[in-house]
């Protein structure tokens, strides 16, 4: 029952990135800059190495000439102790983040992903210069 529930989850997360990615601000000036965040909160029984290897899969993401900026962390907020790794990558264009979509790592997050959260956000924003 779970892994339907997360299968939905993962799904409805999909849906959402696509409906975002179409209803997106297209009317970005030059300069602005495309966040995309990521926030996992991970199964209590998600093996450690299995958590270090998504890291690990974020971290060579961001070496992609697409990337123009990368940070990850772990949630120290008192307020919302279930989100527990954060990344956020960042774009100069919606061009750069769907080819970095399509970068064959980026599938090797889902199946990881799959296994081992439990929870998976996701937001995308332009911030305005």
Same mark, same amino acid.
């Given at each position: 029952?779970?892994? @339907?529930?997360?299968?939905?989850?993962?799904?409805? *997360?999909?849906?959402?990135?696509?409906?975002?990615?179409?209803?997106?601000?297209?009317? !970005?000036?030059?300069?602005?800059?495309? &966040?995309?965040?990521?926030?996992?909160?991970?199964?209590?029984?998600?093996?450690?190495? %299995?958590?270090?290897?998504?890291? !690990? @899969?974020?971290? %060579?993401?961001?070496?992609?000439?697409?990337?123009?900026?990368?940070?990850?962390?772990? !949630?120290?907020?008192? &307020?919302?102790?279930?989100?527990?790794?954060?990344?956020?990558?960042?774009? *100069?264009?919606?061009?750069? +983040?769907? !080819?970095?979509?399509?970068?064959?790592?980026?599938?090797? +997050?889902?199946?990881?992903? +799959?296994? @081992?959260?439990?929870?998976? *956000?996701?937001?995308?924003?332009?911030?305005?210069?």
């Amino acid at each position: 029952m779970k892994k @339907i529930f997360f299968a939905a989850l993962m799904l409805l *997360t999909v849906a959402l990135l696509l409906h975002n990615k179409a209803t997106a601000q297209s009317n !970005n000036a030059p300069g602005d800059l495309l &966040r995309h965040i990521v926030m996992i909160t991970f199964k209590k029984d998600a093996p450690a190495d %299995s958590i270090q290897a998504l890291d !690990n @899969i974020y971290k %060579s993401l961001s070496k992609s000439t697409m990337v123009k900026d990368f940070e990850m962390g772990i !949630n120290m907020s008192i &307020r919302d102790t279930l989100v527990k790794h954060v990344f956020v990558t960042t774009f *100069t264009s919606k061009d750069d +983040l769907a !080819n970095y979509k399509k970068v064959p790592a980026y599938s090797g +997050l889902f199946k990881l992903s +799959l296994a @081992i959260a439990e929870d998976v *956000t996701v937001a995308d924003y332009w911030v305005k210069k």
